[in-house]
């Protein structure tokens, strides 16, 4: 008999299996993103969006794709809390510079308080590594215009 399965139960009713797959979900729907876009002067960018799909920062222009995909990768791999840089703006506003090898590559969003700066900084710290990249540079328009 199944070791996961209750004497008496049917296999259907077993938790072990819901709770892994209850875990699995979890880890994929808890990572962002890296999104490449491109901007209107034809530089390329990118943005890190949270699990919750808000934006966390936003990269500075490159010339060439390979450029920004390979700085995504310098993120991934380096991106420590030494790596940011954070300051308070004159309104109260918090918002942080990612920093890696002496060189912006990123400015965050404005955020309200300086915990919830540091809530993204560790998202990016803890989810960064193995967040996926989204590709739309070669996308005129991603939603079409239908009637």
Request: with cysteine; aromatic share 12%; hydrophobic share 35%.
């Amino acid at each position: 008999m199944d070791s996961n399965v209750r004497a008496g139960s049917s296999p259907a009713l077993s938790t072990k299996p819901q709770r892994n797959l209850g875990l699995f979900l979890f880890i994929i729907f808890s990572m962002g993103a890296f999104v490449i876009s491109k901007r209107f002067n034809g530089e390329y960018k990118f943005v890190y969006t949270s699990r919750k799909g808000k934006v966390i920062f936003t990269s500075s222009g490159y010339p060439t794709k390979d450029a920004c995909e390979s700085d995504i990768e310098v993120v991934k791999l380096k991106a420590t809390h030494e790596s940011f840089l954070c300051a308070k703006s004159a309104s109260g506003k918090y918002s942080f510079r990612l920093s890696i090898n002496e060189r912006v590559l990123a400015t965050s969003r404005k955020y309200s308080t300086e915990l919830r700066m540091k809530k993204g900084i560790d998202e990016i710290i803890r989810y960064g590594s193995f967040s996926e990249v989204l590709d739309f540079s070669d996308s005129d328009f991603i939603f079409s215009d239908s009637k």
